[in-house]
Nanobody, 119 residues
């Protein structure tokens, strides 16, 4: 089992920054972030392997940076240049196995989510 607890969400003006954190009971090889805006599907934001190899979606690449601290069992998402379109519930996720791709259903473990509001 893996328990994930997000923190760091909040309200920020467009152009501002936030850093999300995810405290994990156990780190898997593949961890990342999904988000869901009202009326929209879950969207993969970013993911990262144990070795630190990152993937970022095209919508956030260049603005968001995913990272992890394996010693602290913590996953991060630094979000810069936030846009109103980034407003969503952000979920920390974890996938079992050696690969680090997939749809939401492929990620077995989810946090409760943290809300990001951009005005």
């Amino acid at each position: 089992q893996v328990q994930l607890v997000e923190s760091g969400g909040g309200s920020v003006q467009a152009g501002g920054s936030l850093k999300l954190s995810c405290a994990a009971s156990r780190m898997t090889n593949c961890m990342g972030w999904f988000r869901q805006a009202p009326g929209k599907d879950y969207e993969g934001v970013a993911r990262i392997t144990t070795s630190g190899f990152p993937f970022h979606s095209g919508t956030v690449k260049g603005r968001f940076t995913i990272s992890r601290d394996n010693a602290k069992n913590t996953l991060y998402l630094q979000m810069n240049s936030l846009k109103p379109e980034d407003e969503a519930m952000y979920y920390c996720v974890s996938r079992a196995g050696r690969y680090c791709t997939g749809e939401p259903v492929d990620f077995a473990y989810w946090g409760q989510g943290t809300q990001v509001t951009v005005s």
